[in-house]
C-alpha cells in the first residue's frame, strides 16, 4: 500500500470510529480481508457497530477459522451481497467479544444469521427446542444455546427487536434449555424419570419473561410420586433428576456454562429439600413463608416437566400471593428487605450498580411489584410477572399516573438495555457500568450515543436514575393525592376503594380519616396546597415507614393548619432537606413531641438542622439555658408571669431535645448495636436535667423579686437528687431535690427559715399551675426525715443531723447530691459537709452492706406492682436500673474514700471509675452499662410514645411496636425486642448477684 493510500484509509478508519486506525489498516492488508480492503460498504457497516475495532478483529478471526477456500469465500460473498447478514454479523461482532470467541471456535455458525424472514423476527420456545434438538450431551447443548443466543443478539443489537422482545426471546431460551437440559438428565437415568412427576417452576426474570443475556435462572422444584411409585423413592428421584438438570446447565467445559441455575428461592432456602411435593409446598407457603416470598412467587411460571403438575402448583399458590398484602407490616416487610440489598452493596460499587443501586433496576421492580400485591387481590388485570406489561397495566387502572408510567418506562429500558449491552460483551453476569473509557464508549455507541458516548452515557445514565430515585417511593402516594385533590381532569385516578386500599397496606388503620386530611391538605390552587401536594408524598412515605401513620398524618395537617399561612413555615419544609424528614419522623413518632410542637408550633423551626450541632436540634448548654430564662423572668412584671415564661422556654427546649432524641433513633433503621445507645441517653439526661436546673433557677429568681426585691434575707440553695443530681433525667422525671439555707448576717434565724420556706412553697405552686406548658414536679422525699421532717434546714440542721441520727440510705442517696441553683457558697459548703458521709473513710463495716441489701429487697417487693412481669419492669426488674444503681452506689460507699474516680454523680462515669480502679473487670462493666443504658433508653421511649412516664413496656400493639421502632427494631420485631431486653437484663442480674449480693463482700 503506498503511503498516500495509506494515509487516505487511515482518515477513512477514524472517520468510522475505529481508535485504533493502525492496527486496522494492518488487518485489511491481511490475506482473509484484503479482498474487502477498499469496500467502502464494509468501513461503513463497520462504522455502524458498537466497537468497530473489536467488528474487524472478529470478522478476521472468523474468515480465518474458516475450514477451506471454498466457505472462505462463501462468507466473503454473502458479506458482499447481503445487507441484512453483513448489519446482524458486525453488530455481533463488535459489540460481543464472547460471541465472536464462539464464532472462531464454530465458524459455520455464522449462517443462522443468514435467514431473515418474518418467521424468523420473533421466535419462541418451539423455535428455540429444534434449535437445541440435535443436543445429546451437556457439550452439545452448550454449543447449540450459543447459537440460539447469537441470533437473539443479532436481532437486539440491529434493533428489529426492543428490549421487551429480547428479554422475552431470552425466557423463551432459557425454557427450551431446561427443557432440554431435563431431557438429558432423564435419558441418564430413566428408572428415576419412570419413578416421578417432576415439574421445573421458572421465579425471577425468567418466570417474568424479562430475562438477561447472562443471569442466574432461578426455580423451584415441585414432584409427585408416579402411578403406583412410592412417595419417598420418588422424591429421591426427583432430587436426582433434578440436581443432574442444574449440573448440566451451570457446570463449566470447553465451551462455557450456560449459566447457574438457582433454586435458593424454595421454602428455606439452601436449607430445605430441593424438591418438594405440592402438598408439602402448600403447607409450608401457609405456615411459615415471608412476605417477600410471595413477592417472589408473583413471577412463578411452570416451563419445563411434567406441565400439569406445573400448573397445578401455581394455581395453588396464586390465592396466597394476591392475599399477601393483607399480611401484618406486609409494606415494611417488602421495603426493609429492599434497604437490606442497598445495605450489602460494598461501598466502593454502590454508584456503579445498575440493578441494586438507589435508583436502579430493582427499585422500578419492587415498586411495581408492591402495587401489584396491593391492588391485584381485586384487579385480575396486574397479575403479570413482567415488569413493563404490570407497570402499563398499574397506569391504565389509574393506579400510576400516566406521567410516571411513562418516565419510569423510559427508565426501566435504558438502564435494562445497559445491562444487557454490558452482559453481552464477556457474556458475563454483571450489573457494574464499566469504568475503562473504551468500555464505556463502546457502551454508548452500543445504545446509540455517538457523538460523544461517554458523556451522553453518563448524563443519560444519571438522568434515568434520578428519575427513578424521585418516583419509586413517591408511586405509592402520588396518585392518592391525586384522587382527593382532582386537579387533572380526565386523568386516570384510584378509585375511593384503591385508595383505601392502598393505605391499609401501607399501614393506615383509618383510611377514611387519612383520606380526608389528605384532601384537606392538597386540595385548591393556593400556593400552600401546592407546595404541600409537592411534599406530602415523601412525607406519607416517612409517615408510613413509623408505627403509627395515621397519627402522623394527623399531626401534620394539625402543624399545617396552624402554620400553613406563615411564608417560613412551607418555605423551611421545601427548601431545607432535613426538615421535612425530620419533622415526619418526629409527628410520627409518639404523642409527647407533637404535643410539645402543637402547644408552641413555631418550634418546627428548629428542625432545620438536624445534625446534632449547637443550632437546630443539638441540645444547649446550661449557662445557655440559664441565660435565656432568667432574661425572660427578668422582663416579666412578676412571679405570676415569669414563671410561665421560664415553663414556656423549658416547654420549647424539651420539644428540641425529643425532637433531637427521634430523628437520631428514628432517621435510619440499624440493628440496636449499630447505634451509640450509651451516647443517646447521656444526650437525654444531660439536656433534660440542665434544662431543669435552669429552670429552677429562674422560679427561685422570680419568686425572690418579688417578696424580697433583690435580697433574701437567707441565703438558699436547691440541690439536685437521684436522677436529677446524676444528670440522668428523663422526659418523665420529677425532680428530687434538698433545700438548704443559712442566714444573711443580722438576720433571725426564724425571719430566715420563714422567707426559705415562703420560697419553696410559691416555687412550687408557680411550677405546678395548670397550663399548656409540662409541669415540673419537685420531689423533696429524700430530705432528713423524709416527709415528716420540714422542707427547708438551715446548713447547721443538716449538720447536727448527720452527725447524730443518719441512717445507710441516706449516705447512699447523698452519692447523687449535686448543686443545681442557688448560693455557690452555700452549695459548696453543703457538698463539703456530705463528703464523709457519702464516701467515709474505710468504707461500710459489714452491718452497713447488710443494711443496704435488706433495703433493696424490701424496696422491690414493696414497690414493684401488682401483676407487673418483673422481667420487663425496666426499674425494680432483675437487671435493671435498680440492680445496677444499687450495685454502682455499694462500690462508691465502700471505695469512694480512696479512688477519686468513684466521687461523681453519674451511673456510668462511676461504672468507668470501678473498672479503671480494678473494682470491676471489663467484662462485667460492659454488662451492667448495656443494662443500665437498655433500661434508661426504654424509659425514654415509653414517655415520647405515651406522653406519660412508665416504667414498663407497652402493652398496645402500636405503642409497643413505636417503642421497638426508637430502640432500632423494625416493624414487626417486638418480639425480638423484648427477648433482647430480657436477654440483656438477665446477664446484668447474674453480675449483679456476684457483685452486690455476694457473701462477704
Same mark, same amino acid.
Given at each position: 500500500m503506498?503511503?498516500? *493510500? ?8 477514524l ?10 489498516e ?14 467502502p ?6 462504522g455502524?457497530?458498537a ?40 453488530g ?6 464472547a ?13 443462522v ?8 423476527l ?8 429444534r434449535?437445541l434438538?440435535?443436543a ?7 454449543v ?5 443466543l447469537?441470533?437473539?443478539?443479532a ?7 426492543d428490549?421487551? $422482545?429480547t ?36 421465579m425471577?426474570?425468567?418466570g417474568g419473561?424479562?430475562?438477561? /443475556?447472562?443471569?442466574?435462572v432461578?426455580?423451584?422444584?415441585v ?6 411409585a412410592?412417595?419417598? =423413592? ?25 449459566w ?7 421454602p428455606?432456602?439452601?436449607n ?17 413463608a415471608?412476605?417477600?416470598?410471595f413477592?417472589?412467587?408473583?413471577k ?8 400439569t ?11 396466597l400471593?394476591?392475599k399477601?398484602?393483607?399480611? $401484618? ?6 421495603? =426493609? ?12 460499587e ?10 436502579g433496576?430493582?427499585?422500578?421492580e ?20 413482567t ?22 418506562d423510559?427508565? /426501566? ?34 445504545l ?7 458523556? $451522553? ?17 413517591k408511586?405509592?402516594?402520588r396518585?392518592?393525592l ?6 387533572a ?26 383520606? *380526608? ?9 393556593t ?9 406530602l408524598?415523601?412525607?406519607?412515605g ?22 400553613? =399561612? ?10 431545607e ?7 415526619a419522623r ?15 408550633p413555631?418550634?418546627?423551626a428548629?428542625?432545620g438542622?438536624?445534625?446534632?450541632g449547637?443550632?437546630?436540634l ?7 439555658? $440559664? ?16 414563671v ?15 425532637a ?13 448495636a ?6 443517646l ?36 440553695a ?35 427559715a ?22 415540673l ?10 416527709k ?33 441553683a442557688?448560693d455557690e457558697?452555700l452549695?459548696r459548703?453543703?457538698t ?17 452492706v ?12 414493696e ?12 426499674k425494680?426488674?432483675?437487671? #435493671?436500673?435498680?440492680?445496677v444503681?444499687w450495685?454502682v ?18 451511673t *456510668?462515669?462511676a ?6 480502679? #480494678? ?35 407497652p ?13 432500632g427494631?423494625g ?14 437484663t ?15 463482700t
Amino acid at each position: 500500500m503506498t503511503p498516500g *493510500r495509506r494515509s487516505s484509509t487511515f482518515t477513512r478508519l477514524l472517520r468510522h470510529g475505529f481508535t485504533a486506525p493502525s492496527a486496522a489498516e494492518r488487518l485489511l492488508d491481511s490475506a482473509e480481508l484484503s479482498p474487502l480492503r477498499d469496500d467502502p460498504v464494509l468501513l461503513e457497516a463497520l462504522g455502524a457497530t458498537a466497537d468497530p475495532d473489536l467488528a474487524l478483529h472478529g470478522l478476521a478471526r472468523l474468515l480465518e477459522a474458516q475450514p477451506d477456500p471454498t466457505a472462505h469465500r462463501e462468507l466473503l460473498d454473502t458479506l458482499t451481497a447481503a445487507k441484512p447478514l453483513r448489519d446482524r454479523l458486525l453488530g455481533v461482532l463488535g459489540a460481543s467479544a464472547a460471541l465472536a470467541d464462539h464464532l472462531a471456535r464454530h465458524p459455520s455458525d455464522w449462517q443462522v444469521l443468514v435467514t431473515y424472514e418474518p418467521r424468523d423476527l420473533h421466535p419462541g420456545v418451539e423455535e428455540f427446542e429444534r434449535g437445541l434438538e440435535a443436543a445429546t450431551d451437556p457439550i452439545s447443548l452448550r454449543v447449540a444455546y450459543r447459537r440460539c443466543l447469537l441470533s437473539i443478539a443479532a436481532r437486539d443489537v440491529c434493533g428489529t427487536t426492543d428490549l421487551a $422482545e429480547t428479554a422475552a426471546e431470552l425466557a423463551d431460551l432459557a425454557t427450551a434449555t431446561l427443557r432440554a437440559a431435563l431431557a438429558l438428565a432423564g435419558a441418564a437415568a430413566p428408572e428415576d424419570a419412570a419413578a416421578c412427576r417432576l415439574a421445573v417452576i421458572a421465579m425471577g426474570k425468567c418466570g417474568g419473561h424479562e430475562l438477561n /443475556y447472562v443471569s442466574d435462572v432461578d426455580v423451584i422444584f415441585v414432584a409427585e410420586a408416579a402411578e403406583g411409585a412410592d412417595e419417598g =423413592k420418588a422424591l429421591k428421584s426427583a432430587t436426582r433428576l433434578a440436581s443432574h438438570m442444574m449440573r448440566i446447565c451451570s457446570e463449566t467445559t470447553i465451551e462455557g456454562s450456560i449459566w447457574p441455575v438457582d433454586a435458593n428461592l424454595r421454602p428455606e432456602g439452601r436449607n430445605g429439600p430441593l424438591v418438594r411435593t405440592l402438598s408439602s409446598h402448600l403447607a409450608y407457603y401457609q405456615r411459615w413463608a415471608k412476605t417477600w416470598e410471595f413477592q417472589a412467587l408473583l413471577k412463578a411460571r411452570p416451563v419445563a416437566g411434567d406441565a400439569t403438575l406445573g400448573q397445578a402448583y401455581v394455581d395453588a399458590l396464586e390465592p396466597l400471593v394476591w392475599k399477601a398484602a393483607e399480611r $401484618e407490616n406486609f409494606v415494611a416487610d417488602v421495603q =426493609k428487605m429492599r434497604r437490606r440489598v442497598v445495605e450489602n452493596i460494598p461501598a466502593a460499587e454502590v454508584d456503579r450498580e445498575l440493578k441494586l443501586g438507589p435508583g436502579g433496576l430493582r427499585d422500578v421492580e419492587f415498586a411495581v411489584q408492591l402495587l401489584q400485591l396491593v391492588h391485584g387481590r381485586t384487579d385480575l388485570t396486574l397479575r403479570s410477572g413482567t415488569t413493563l406489561d404490570a407497570l402499563q397495566a398499574l397506569a391504565a387502572g389509574g393506579y400510576v399516573g400516566r406521567e410516571d408510567t411513562a418516565r419510569l418506562d423510559e427508565a /426501566y429500558r435504558f438502564l435494562r438495555s445497559m445491562e444487557h449491552r454490558i452482559q453481552l460483551y464477556r457474556l458475563r453476569r454483571t450489573h457494574l457500568v464499566p469504568e475503562a473509557e473504551p468500555d464505556l464508549r463502546r457502551l454508548g455507541r452500543s445504545l446509540g450515543l455517538r457523538t460523544d458516548p461517554v458523556t $451522553e452515557l453518563h448524563r443519560e445514565w444519571k438522568r434515568h436514575t434520578g428519575v427513578v430515585r424521585r418516583l419509586h417511593e413517591k408511586l405509592f402516594y402520588r396518585p392518592l393525592l391525586d384522587a382527593v385533590a382532582q386537579l387533572a381532569p380526565g386523568e386516570a385516578r384510584l378509585s375511593a376503594a384503591a385508595a383505601r386500599e392502598r393505605l391499609v397496606a401501607l399501614g393506615y388503620a383509618d383510611p377514611a380519616a387519612a383520606l *380526608r386530611h389528605l384532601e384537606a391538605l392538597a386540595s385548591g390552587v393556593t400556593r400552600k396546597a401546592a407546595i404541600q401536594r409537592t411534599l406530602l408524598p415523601v412525607l406519607l412515605g416517612w409517615f408510613a415507614d413509623s408505627a403509627d401513620p395515621d397519627a402522623g398524618l394527623l399531626n401534620f395537617r394539625k402543624v399545617s393548619d396552624a402554620l400553613g =399561612k406563615t411564608p417560613w413555615y412551607l418555605r423551611l419544609l421545601r427548601d431545607e432537606g432535613a426538615a421535612a424528614e425530620n419533622l415526619a419522623r418526629v409527628l410520627s413518632a409518639g404523642r409527647l413531641a407533637p404535643d410539645l410542637l402543637m402547644r408552641a408550633p413555631e418550634a418546627v423551626a428548629l428542625l432545620g438542622d438536624g445534625d446534632g450541632g449547637s443550632g437546630g436540634l443539638g441540645p444547649r448548654d446550661r449557662a445557655q439555658l $440559664e441565660q435565656e430564662i432568667l432574661a425572660a423572668v427578668g422582663r416579666a412584671e412578676n412571679a405570676e408571669q415569669g414563671v410561665p415564661a421560664a415553663r414556656g422556654v423549658r416547654r420549647r427546649e424539651l420539644f428540641r431535645t425529643a425532637a433531637g432524641d427521634i430523628v437520631s433513633s428514628y432517621g435510619t433503621e440499624t440493628s440496636p448495636a449499630e447505634a451509640d445507645q450509651g451516647a443517646l441517653v447521656d444526650r437525654v439526661g444531660a439536656a433534660v436535667s440542665d434544662l431543669t436546673a435552669a429552670t429552677l433557677a429562674g422560679t427561685l429568681r422570680a419568686v425572690v423579686r418579688d417578696g424580697w426585691g433583690d435580697t433574701l434575707p437567707t441565703r438558699f440553695a436547691i440541690i439536685g437528687m437521684g436522677r436529677f443530681g446524676g444528670h440522668e433525667l428523663s422526659y418523665g422525671s420529677d425532680a428530687d431535690v434538698l433545700f438548704v439555707h443559712e442566714p444573711q448576717d443580722g438576720v433571725d434565724e426564724q425571719e430566715a427559715a420563714a422567707a426559705a420556706n415562703k420560697v419553696v412553697a410559691e416555687m412550687r405552686r408557680l411550677l405546678q399551675l395548670p397550663s399548656a406548658d409540662p409541669p415540673l414536679l419537685i420531689d423533696a422525699g429524700l430530705r432528713p426525715e423524709g416527709k415528716s421532717g420540714p422542707l427547708v434546714r438551715t446548713l447547721k440542721s443538716y449538720e447536727a443531723y448527720y452527725r447524730r441520727w443518719s441512717l445507710v440510705w441516706e449516705s447512699q442517696a447523698l452519692l447523687r447530691a449535686e448543686p443545681v441553683a442557688g448560693d455557690e457558697d452555700l452549695a459548696r459548703r453543703f457538698t463539703e459537709l456530705i463528703d464523709p458521709l457519702r464516701y467515709p473513710e474505710h468504707g461500710l463495716d459489714d452491718e452497713a452492706v447488710r443494711e443496704i441489701r435488706r433495703l433493696k429487697a424490701r424496696m422491690e417487693s414493696e414497690r414493684l406492682p401488682r401483676g407487673a412481669d418483673p422481667r420487663l419492669h425496666t426499674k425494680l426488674g432483675p437487671g #435493671g436500673l435498680s440492680d445496677v444503681e444499687w450495685t454502682v452506689q455499694l462500690l462508691q460507699l465502700r471505695h469512694g474514700w480512696r479512688e477519686p474516680g468513684l466521687r461523681t454523680t453519674r451511673t *456510668r462515669a462511676a461504672l468507668a471509675a470501678a473498672r479503671e480502679a #480494678g473494682l470491676l473487670s471489663a467484662t462485667d462493666t460492659a454488662v451492667l452499662d448495656e443494662a443500665w443504658v437498655l433500661a434508661s433508653r426504654v424509659r425514654n421511649a415509653v414517655m415520647l410514645v405515651r406522653g406519660r412516664a412508665g416504667d414498663t413496656f407497652p402493652t398496645e400493639p402500636r405503642e409497643l411496636a413505636a417503642v421497638g421502632r426508637y430502640l432500632g427494631y423494625g416493624a414487626g420485631h417486638a418480639g425480638d425486642m423484648l427477648d433482647a431486653y430480657r436477654r440483656t437484663t438477665r446477664r446484668a442480674r447474674t453480675v449483679v448477684q456476684e457483685l452486690f449480693y455476694a457473701a462477704g463482700t
